[in-house]
């Protein structure tokens, strides 16, 4: 099995499929063929491809409307192959979502440095996806902090009872791990005036979150207490 990535090439004249075949195929890459969207389908159900080379002209279903049902299901590439001169259809395939385009007759080469552009543009989106995730999802103590929910869950997934201030106090917190933070920096960061930098309301919130994300409030080690600078957050 390759290792640089799964290419389904949708093309229905055998001569044009079977030299991009022999050519992706000797630069590494795992290589499928179908020759119409009947055969796509059923190829994507046995393989998912990273990257559909889908061309425009085919019998039945043309490639503008594949590459919407595509777009549509799956989280891939799309490269479109278009004749010399076919503006519009380029223009609408882009629009359709489609990753990049060729045109015909091409070189085998044009279509490789295509085909890697848009591959790593892929491996990009998924590892920035991934970032997303974990950062979504932060560890804080025996809890989990689910920043784009703005919940609080325990261990088990179940909702921890979380007010806005107590969500803002613990995205402050996550956002700045192992760095003393004092209680102006806190009002600041927050941008809640209500509170007052010296009085004990921060002092307050901050015991209560313990209680819901320390194993032990009484000796905290998630939210310390730096003694005459603040607070730190310690994933």
């Known amino acids: 099995m390759s290792s640089n990535g799964c290419v389904l090439i949708v093309e229905d004249d055998s001569g044009v499929r079977e030299m991009v075949a022999e050519y992706l195929g000797g630069q590494g890459y795992d290589v499928h063929q179908a020759d119409s969207g009947t055969a796509m389908r059923e190829a994507i159900a046995r393989h998912r491809p990273d990257v559909v080379l889908l061309d425009v002209r085919l019998p039945g279903e043309d ?13 891939l590439g799309i490269i479109m192959v278009t004749a010399a001169g076919e503006v519009v259809d380029r223009v ?11 045109t015909k007759p091409f070189d085998p080469r044009e279509l490789l440095a295509r085909l890697k552009s848009v591959m790593r ?79 004990r309301s921060i002092d307050i919130r901050i015991a209560r979150l313990r209680r819901k994300v320390e194993t032990n ?17 310690v994933p």
Not at 63 to 75: I, N, P, Q, S, V
Request: with cysteine; net charge negative.
């Open 121 to 199: 543009r892929l491996q990009a989106r998924a590892s920035a996806a991934a970032t997303d995730t974990v950062r979504s999802h932060v560890a804080v103590g025996r809890c989990f902090l689910d920043v784009a929910a703005h919940r609080l869950l325990d261990g088990e997934g179940r909702e921890v009872p979380l007010t806005s201030m107590e969500f803002e106090l613990l995205k402050v917190f996550t956002d700045h791990p192992n760095k003393v933070l004092t209680r102006d920096q806190i009002l600041n960061l927050t941008r809640n005036r209500e509170w007052e930098p010296f009085d």
């Open 63 to 75: 490639g503008l409307t594949l590459a919407r049902y595509l777009r549509e299901r799956y989280d």
């Open 92 to 102: 609408v395939g882009l629009e359709i979502g489609a990753d990049d385009y060729v």
């Open 217 to 233: 409030p009484e000796e905290p080690q998630v939210l310390r207490t730096v003694r005459g600078a603040g607070y730190m957050f």
